[in-house]
C-alpha cells in the first residue's frame, strides 16, 4: 500500500471516528462537515478529498465493516454447509463487527425518524453490502429474481438492525433470534416466489 493509501485509510478512520462521536454528543443531524473536520483535526480540504457529504461517511463505515468480515470468509469452506447458513454466520458477523461503532450507529439510525430521506440516500450502499453478503453465501444476486433478494434481505437487515440496537446481550442472542426468524421468513418468500 502506497504512502497515500495509508493516508487516505487513515484519514477515513479518523472522519468516522470523529462523526460517529458527534453523532452520540451533538446527534447526527446536527452534526456538519465543519463540526467534523475540526473534531478530527482534518483540513477542510483532506475533508474535500475523501467525501461529497456526511452520506459518504456511512459509506466509509459500511466499507469498513464489509472489509473486516471479507477478510475473515474462507471461500473455500465445505460445501456441505448451507447457503442459508453461510448467510446467517455473515450477518451476524456483521452485527458483530458493528458492535465497536453502536453508539454512533444508533445515534444515527434515531436520526433518520427525523429526516427519513437520509434512509432512502443510503439504501443503495446497503444493498451493495448485502448483495456482497449474499454473494459469499453463494447465493445468487444477478437478474430481477437476484434484484428481489437483495432488496428484501436489505429490508430484512434494517429490522434485525432495530433488534441489534437494543440488544444488551452479551452473545448477541436477541439479535441472533431476529436474523433466524427473518432468515426463515426471507426464504419462505423466496420458496413462495420462485426463487
Sequence with gaps: ???????????????????LYLAVAQGWEYTTLR????????SASDLY?????????LVILGK????????????????????RDRLFDILMD???????????????????KYDPKQ??????????????????????????SGMVKVVGLTGFYIKVLKVWIKDDSKDLSKTMAALDQALDRAESAANLLGF
Design 64 to 83: 469498513i465493516i464489509d472489509k473486516k468480515l471479507l477478510d475473515n470468509i474462507d471461500i473455500s469452506e465445505d460445501d456441505s454447509i448451507s447457503s
Design 35 to 42: 463540526d467534523i473536520a475540526q473534531h478530527s483535526g482534518i
Design 119 to 144: 434512509i432512502i440516500i443510503s439504501m443503495p450502499h446497503l444493498c451493495r453490502s448485502i448483495s456482497w453478503m449474499l454473494e459469499m453465501s453463494t447465493i445468487e444476486t444477478a437478474g430481477v
Design 94 to 112: 456483521r452485527y458483530e463487527a458493528l458492535n465497536d461503532y453502536r453508539d454512533g450507529v444508533a445515534a444515527i439510525f434515531e436520526s433518520f
Design 49 to 57: 478529498d475523501v467525501i461529497d457529504d456526511k452520506n459518504d461517511i
Design 1 to 19: 500500500m502506497s504512502a497515500k493509501s495509508n493516508k487516505n485509510v487513515d484519514i477515513r478512520q479518523k472522519i468516522v471516528e470523529s462523526a
